[in-house]
């Protein structure tokens, strides 16, 4: 089984701010290693593929909501239930999603491993670096 889509930390971070399209949800995170060296994946899956998702994965611990963001967020699960997809209720914009609870498979190869988080976020693309992606490879979750 393939390793997990993101790359362990360096011990550099960039910290960034991001909200959905009317402010309402407001979230912070660090990650490492930053953003412009972190390989960005674009996932395969029909919501992934659906909504154009390119996913970064900070640390959960390393996400923080901004004030009223719990209230102002929904979520949306489908097929195993495995992953929440997190959205603002005012405008629907596509925040972040949390895996609930991944395949066997991928629990086991992660023991030991920190939660990732995925964020999708609006930034400007043009310096990520864009790894080539296997159409028989999903990105795995860990809890």
Do not use: W
């Not at 699960?77 to 895996?99: A, L, P, R």
């Not at 491993?113 to 795995?140: Q, R, Y």
């Amino acid at each position: 089984m393939p390793s997990p889509p993101f790359p362990p930390p360096t011990g550099e971070y960039s910290d960034h701010k991001a909200n959905c399209h009317c402010g309402a949800v407001k979230f912070t995170f660090s990650i490492s290693p930053p953003l412009d060296a972190y390989p960005v994946v674009e996932c395969n899956c029909s919501i992934c593929q659906r909504n154009g998702y390119l996913l970064v994965y900070p640390i959960k611990e390393n996400l923080e909501l901004g004030g009223g963001s719990d209230d102002a967020m929904g979520s949306y699960t489908f097929g195993s239930k495995n992953v929440k997809h997190n959205f603002c209720k005012e405008c629907g914009s596509s925040v972040f999603f949390e895996v609930l609870g991944p395949p066997h498979e991928a629990a086991n190869e992660a023991a030991g491993k920190e939660e990732k988080l995925p964020v999708i976020m609006g930034v400007n693309v043009s310096h990520m670096v864009f790894p080539t992606f296997s159409p028989h490879l999903h990105p795995v979750m860990i809890r």
